[in-house]
């Protein structure tokens, strides 16, 4: 334990590790490297519209500060003259993402660019704001043992605003819990939350699947079905998000009956308990998740029957997705995301049932689903927070 406090007060004392570019531009300039690097000077200037001497100035102050290096080994994305790429140093700094869930506290440490270095989960102690908060600054404490921690991010799914207040999380039974304020008094590192879901489409949006798409969507299917949404490049949110607007969305008029009452809705035809009960109760004897999967995909065929209706109810929302949001691609996640795989032609019928034989056909990609995902949406946040320094040194981008 001694060893741990050591080093975790070692970290609070480095105080110069900070994303700190001097101007708009050069905060430009390093989010683009950051986000799409390494990157060669001209295509660089190419994307961002500046002089060649404007971006030479710029980039010579950032290497000087140390939040650019030349990466002359590196391969250039992009076309253009060559010339030697410039990259972030991606390991310089660490952050930690933590899910909470009603149940557990999963972390993962990640480096700058949200690649994950190590990844923990332990269930939680208990519910209460203040013991969460307790296990929060534990397992970060333990982190910034191992690495020094830049900043926490936290997801979970509830209504959390921009300062990381938690106004409703109806899995850990919380209201009004500020809980990025509580752990951040506590551990002395930045630290900020976010709706778990908006977590893990910020996390698609900067480094995965929905990088350099202006438009995307996300679809997570789990123990409930969250929907996320990048329009012009931003996040669309406001203070309902969180609700889980989009998890009673109508869809099969002959479906199952969720505990609301709505017949064939997105939670009683595509959430995994929902799908899980049925199969049970078809079979009649207790089926957990995998297992609905793998009779699937044998032939069984109650399971075949009860995932081809799931599956058609989400090509449904799919393209109810895409009709009304325009996105460039829709991606599904989420630790129920296998339905999507092993019901594949019944989620492509659901979508050509539902989309103008007109329109084009609407892109859609499977992401991972597991809580090291969720955990490294919640990096992200921490990530975002670092980058546009929300302590208040610097520049918003
Ligand atoms: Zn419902």
Redesign the pocket.
Known sequence: MMAVETNYFAVEESETRVWQPTDELAQAVALEVLLHGPLGRSELARRLDLAPATLTRISTELINTGLLVDAPHATRRGAGRPSIPLDVVADAHHFLGVKLSGEQIAGAITDLRADVIDYREEPLDSRDPTAVTSQIVRVSRRAAAAYPIDAVGIGLGGVVDSDGNVSSAPFLQWTDVPIATLVEAELGIPTFAANDLAAFTEAQHWFGAGTGHANFATLTLGVGVGFGCVANGKLLANADSGVGLVG?WPLDPLGPL?K?G?RG?A??MLTVPAIERDVSTALGRDVQWEEVLDLAVAGEPAATRILDASGRALGALIAAVANLTAPDLVLVGGEGVGLAAVASDAVAHGVRENRDPRAAPVRVELVSGDNESWCRGAAVIAIQGFVRNRSGRALQP
């Open positions: 009673h969720c609301r709505h809705c939670e009683a």
